[in-house]
């Protein structure tokens, strides 16, 4: 048993809590929540459970308070929307183009929901180990190319 | 005479120019859109343009105490209050919500496009 491991045998519920919670916060970022199927789920479940609370009652509200006073007037916007039958196709173009914006603190805040990400989390230093080591091998080439001059009676980088 | 000429030619060159740009930035189609299919009710049909609808003023009734008449809605100054300045104010007023909420838009022009287009098609053109 390692010095970590020790301390984290050490520590009682509420102060493993916390380090969950931080270790958590500092390990993860916004893509790997997105790069993990069920994580991604929550944060998309999460943005649109926003926008069903305080996006879309908002724009109906805005969107019949403008269609209420044209009709009161008899003016030509809005005119043919009597009833507000229309302020669902109002809600459904705005929804489309809403920028997605993830709030990850939700992790922060219940580090129990991240943990399909944290048991892929050899997998995921993994993968991010062999894209360093491509991209160093990528860097090197370039490198022997760049600092190195290539012999053509020998036929190789001196 | 000459002056007078080449600065009114000038003037016409200068209006086409922006008006090439509106219909490119808007990106719509100057046919006209038919209003959206609303059950039980039928709508007036359409006789200008988009473009021309756009500038044409808001109309609103009015009443005195022996008449009702339809009224052209205008500005402090008398310029026209045009379907463009509604477009443009219910855009903006839509937006401030959406911030207040806490969303933003990914593709404003085009988000824009479609707001304008939803308007005209509940729109009457004229009373």
Known sequence: MNKEETMIEMMNDEEFNTYKKNLIKETF???????????????????????????????????NGMRTEMQGRYATPLFYDTTGEFSSKLTGIVYKHLKREYDISVFHDCPDLAEPLVRKYDEIQENKKIKNKISHK????????????????TKTYK | MLNTYLTSKGLIIKRLKIFIIKIIIMNINTDRLEPYKIFNYITSPRKMSYENWLRSP??????????????????????????????LDFYQDLIDTLHQNGF????????????AIFIY???RERL
């Not at chain 1, 990528?138 to 009676?153: A, H, M, S, Y």
């Open chain 2, 121 to 123: 098609r509940l729109s």
């Open chain 2, 58 to 87: 808001v109309m609103e009734a009015a009443d005195t105490t022996d008449d009702v008449y339809f009224k052209k809605v205008c500005f402090k100054n008398g310029d026209y209050y045009t379907h463009k300045h509604f477009i």
């Open chain 2, 104 to 115: 933003n838009i990914q593709d404003e022009k085009e988000f824009k496009r479609e707001i």
């Open chain 1, 138 to 153: 990528v860097n090197e080439g370039v490198n022997i190319k760049v600092t190195k001059k290539f012999d053509w009676g």
């Open chain 1, 29 to 63: 970022t916004e893509d790997d929540y997105l790069s993990c199927e069920k994580t991604r789920q929550i944060l998309e479940d999460e943005f649109f459970w926003k926008w069903e609370k305080k996006g879309e009652p908002s724009i109906e509200e805005f969107y």
